[in-house]
């Protein structure tokens, strides 16, 4: 017997069977069925064929208990809409109600049921919006196994023109970098666009308005592009950006296999040329590509001359070995620089390091993070005696405060061959104290004679307050504002006296003379003394 696809044909069968002759026995074994439901089927084809039926007549609804309640169930809940099941059931007995209280409830939850408000689609004008989003995938990489990675989406609202790129982590600067390569790839900006309510573009919401976080806003208003956020449980007013994901995710990541994170950024930068760009949009009925061209790429606003440099930085202290560390990955510096603050620039590739006069003293590529790799240029070190000596850090440690060229005379006479690493091991401090607090320890230590790295350790732990490099950062912030603020001066308090009996002769001579033109000298009149 043939394969029955569908319900209906199994119905129809069923049907052309029994009037060739088949029993209602032969029908059940043939297919399987329970004696009743062929019954039921012959049945309801019979009745069709005598009392006729129409296609949409609707199914009988059942009776129910409380069919006869419905008019005291509207009155009860108009004037209590927030009432109880158990309360309302206890208010139906008294009318004569003696069902139980589920299909009570049941009946509540339908009243009850909220209308959804109809979702309103709206379109921009060309250039107008854009919308940003990001999505995670777990993907199987060929070369470096299984792997999270965060998909970076922006899609302009007119053309429906979508960029995506891919990234291992979601944070601020990674956020930052995407949108430059969104305004680089589309040539242009949108004048406005959406955004979740993520901590990187939205710090909080108050009083119903969204406060936006200052970092992001400097670098989008560099862009004149205006931050809207959207309203928290309401993903539908980004849906231009949101459905995307799904064309992502089955037409770019479906059936491909990738080697690395590399492989797949290349090959999104390929689907974006070769499919996103000329598919047909279901909305708008026309390709990505053509609406950009035609309309939206002259809407858009031009790039700026200069782009905003979304470097990171931080600042570090080089340790003994001549190295600062970065994301677990060690960069090396010139061996002159040991146990100085330097300030670090990480670019996307890149990592270049400063001393504390702000000059260039050395240049990395970038190493992903987490790796914990020592990367070293051979031209930063001298000879492993001169390296690791006293001399190298002998000008950063004077700089310390007065006690510390004789504190430094007692370390080299109690610790000849190895003073360079304890002085090192006191400079290293730097980075959790106050240089202030290291030359009172100095201070402290020589009066006990105690010459060596551990000994200053313990002193600062017990007697000073540990800080953070980023306290530097701030500081220096700080005294830079006050330097651009005017300065300001406070009057003498004679002045004010000055004016306040000048303001209350001047209202005594208005009540005195009202009639009277006022004196033609007003400067004499208003600053006369001793009246």
């Known amino acids: 017997m043939k394969f029955i696809r569908d319900r209906q044909e199994l119905e129809q069968t069923l049907i052309s069977m029994h009037n060739e002759g ?33 296609v949409l007549m609707k199914k009988l609804k059942r009776q129910s208990k409380l069919d006869a309640f419905e008019s005291e169930i509207e009155t009860v809940l108009e004037k209590y809409p927030r009432i ?24 509540l939850k339908v009243l009850r049921k909220p209308e959804k408000e109809p979702v309103i689609r709206f379109e921009t004008e060309a250039g107008c919006q854009g919308q940003m989003d990001w999505s995670p995938y777990t993907i199987k990489f060929m070369r470096t196994g299984k792997t999270q990675v965060q998909c970076f989406s922006y899609i302009l609202g007119f053309s429906r023109r979508q960029y995506i790129d891919f990234t291992l982590r979601h944070d601020f600067y990674s956020l ?85 994170l590399e492989d797949l950024r290349t090959t999104a930068r390929w689907w974006l040329k070769e499919k996103s760009d000329l598919h047909i ?22 790039l700026p001359l200069h782009p905003y440099d979304t470097s990171e930085v931080a600042l570090r202290v080089c340790n003994a070995e001549g190295f600062v560390e970065f994301e677990t990955n060690r960069y090396s510096v010139p061996s002159g620089n040991i146990a100085d603050i330097l300030s670090i620039k990480a670019t996307d590739q890149e990592i270049m390091i400063y001393n504390p006069e702000l000059d260039l003293i050395a240049h990395h590529k970038r190493q992903p993070a987490g790796l914990g790799r020592k990367i070293e240029n051979p031209g930063h070190f001298k000879t492993k005696r001169i390296r690791y000596g006293l001399e190298p850090v002998r000008e950063a440690f004077m700089e310390l405060g007065e006690q510390a060229e004789e504190f430094l005379k007692g370390l080299t006479l109690r610790h000849p061959r190895n003073c360079g690493f304890h002085a090192r091991h006191i400079l290293r401090m730097k980075e959790h104290y106050q240089s202030d607090d290291i030359h009172r320890a100095l201070e402290h230590a020589l009066r006990y004679q105690a010459f060596e790295g551990l000994a200053i350790e313990r002193i600062l732990r017990a007697k000073a307050i540990p800080r953070t490099l980023e306290s530097i950062r701030n500081e220096q912030a700080r005294q830079e504002l006050q330097k651009a603020l005017p300065k300001i001066t406070q009057r003498p308090l004679d002045e004010y006296s000055k004016l306040f009996r000048q303001e209350k002769d001047d209202e005594e001579g208005r009540d005195t003379d009202k009639d009277q033109e006022p004196p033609e000298d007003t400067e004499a009149y208003g600053n006369t003394e001793g009246s």
């Open 22 to 54: 088949w029993s209602i026995r032969e029908l059940r074994r043939q297919f399987q069925l329970g004696r009743n439901t062929v019954r039921k089927i012959l049945r309801k084809h019979k009745s069709r064929r005598d009392d006729g039926h129409d």
């Open 84 to 107: 109880t099941g158990v309360r309302l059931q206890e208010k139906l007995k008294d009318a004569g109600y003696c069902g139980g209280i589920t299909i009570l409830r049941e009946r």
């Open 176 to 260: 930052i970098r995407r949108h430059q390569d969104a305004f680089q790839y589309y040539g242009g900006v949108p004048r406005a666009c959406l955004y979740d309510n993520e901590k990187t573009v939205v710090l909080r919401w108050e009083c119903g308005r969204p406060v936006f976080n200052p970092a992001f806003t400097a670098f989008i208003t560099h862009y004149n592009c205006k931050p809207i956020a959207c309203r928290p449980r309401m993903p539908q007013t980004k849906g231009k950006v949101e459905s995307p994901f799904n064309y992502v995710e089955k037409n770019l990541l479906g059936g491909r296999d990738f080697q690395d």
């Open 281 to 302: 949009h279901d909305t708008t009925k026309r390709a990505p590509i053509e609406l950009f061209m035609e309309q939206e790429q002259s809407a858009l606003q031009s």
